[in-house]
């Protein structure tokens, strides 16, 4: 079994839906991460979260929302989603904050 | 100017020569470096990191830093065509606010 499992893998939705991503992790792994992945973009950080009580936002944290309801899980929010989220998104995980990152499998999501 | 700067290629090596990568990034503060491998459509899985300056090898990949110069850069000796893929480079700090920046990576194509 997969160490970091993302659910949904695919999911394709419309314009002003609410869609929740989701991440659980076995590492055992305090921190957890969300990105986003965008063709010439790179990778950029979404949200972080140090620990259940540290949550943090990254680079473009506008239009999405996290929640960490255990150490093992963290999940992703869109609350309208638009177009211009379309995108694959990617959890990690990590033991320290200068450690590594171990990713998921990733979701596609297309918003239409 | 970016923060962690590559080329995006295509990097065309022949099978068997030595594929060399490099990334630069702008923070001195940088802590620690990553290398990340990506296949088309897959999430980055870690190739090597590195901390301090030198060289750190394993296997066939050697990473080199060179904070002076602020340069980070990957060899892939011996570069076989299951090398082909995205190579991502991320720059971590976290002195006040934590940063994780990936690098929009190197495409690394090596011929059969």
């Known amino acids: 079994d997969a160490d970091v499992t993302q659910t949904p893998r695919n999911r394709i939705t419309k314009t002003g839906k609410r869609i929740m991503l989701e991440c659980s992790q076995t590492?055992?792994?305090?921190?957890m991460y969300w990105y986003r992945q965008d063709p010439g973009l790179g990778l950029r950080l979404i949200y972080y979260?140090?620990?259940?009580?540290?949550?943090n936002k990254g680079e473009i944290s506008d239009g999405y929302s996290v929640s960490r309801q255990a150490q093992a899980k963290f999940s992703l929010s869109l609350e309208s989603a638009i177009p211009n989220q379309t995108a694959l998104y990617f959890c990690?995980?990590?033991?320290?904050?200068?450690?590594?990152?171990?990713f998921g499998d990733g979701t596609r999501l297309s918003i239409l | 100017q970016k923060e962690v700067e590559q080329n995006s290629g295509p990097l065309s090596v022949p099978e068997g020569a030595i594929a060399s990568l490099n990334c630069t990034y702008s923070d001195r503060g940088s802590q620690s470096f990553f290398w990340y491998r990506q296949y088309s459509g897959k999430s980055p899985e870690l190739i090597m990191f590195?901390?301090?300056?030198g060289d750190k090898e394993d296997g066939r990949f050697t990473a080199q830093l060179n904070k002076a110069s602020q340069y980070v850069s990957l060899l892939i000796r011996d570069s076989q065509p299951s090398d082909s893929a995205t190579y991502l480079c991320a720059v971590n700090w976290d002195s006040g606010t934590y940063k994780y920046i990936f690098g929009t990576g190197t495409r690394l194509k090596v011929l059969a």
């Open positions: 590195i901390y301090s300056n």
């Open positions: 990690a995980t990590s033991q320290t904050a200068d450690q590594p990152q171990h």
């Open positions: 590492k055992g792994h305090d921190r």
């Open positions: 979260s140090f620990d259940v009580k540290d949550i």
